[in-house]
C-alpha cells in the first residue's frame, strides 16, 4: 500500500474487519492501521453461517424480492426503505452469532 492509497479515517481503538483475500494480507497496510492505534480483525475462511456480513445480506436480498423491484430507481427507493428494517440489536447479533461478540 502506498500513501497515496485512500484509507477510512481510524481512531485508536477501531477494528478494521477484513476478509481473506491477498490483498488485504498486507504488511504495510497492517502497519499503517496499527500506528492509527486501530487493530485488524480478519474474518474465518468463507462460511456463509460465520459471516456477519453474509447474515445481513442474506435478509437484505430476501426482503428485495419480496418487493419485485426492478430497475435502477425502484430497486434504490426499496433499499433505502428496507435498511431502516436493520435495528441495531439485529446487526450486533449477525456478528455475535458469527462468534465476533467482544468479552
Not at 476478509?19 to 474465518?44: C, S, T
Amino acid at each position: 500500500m502506498d500513501r497515496n492509497t485512500t484509507r477510512a479515517d481510524t481512531v485508536p481503538g477501531d477494528v478494521v474487519i477484513l476478509d481473506i483475500v491477498g490483498f488485504h494480507e498486507n504488511e504495510r497496510a497492517e502497519q499503517l492501521v496499527k500506528a492509527e492505534g486501530a487493530w485488524l480483525l480478519f474474518l474465518p475462511p468463507y462460511s456463509p453461517g460465520l459471516n456477519p456480513t453474509e447474515m445481513a445480506f442474506s435478509k437484505l436480498k430476501a426482503l428485495l424480492r419480496k418487493r419485485a423491484a426492478r430497475g435502477f430507481d425502484t430497486i434504490t427507493q426499496a433499499l433505502g426503505d428496507i435498511i431502516s428494517l436493520f435495528s441495531v440489536i439485529e446487526c450486533r447479533n449477525f456478528f455475535k452469532t458469527a462468534g465476533y461478540e467482544a468479552e
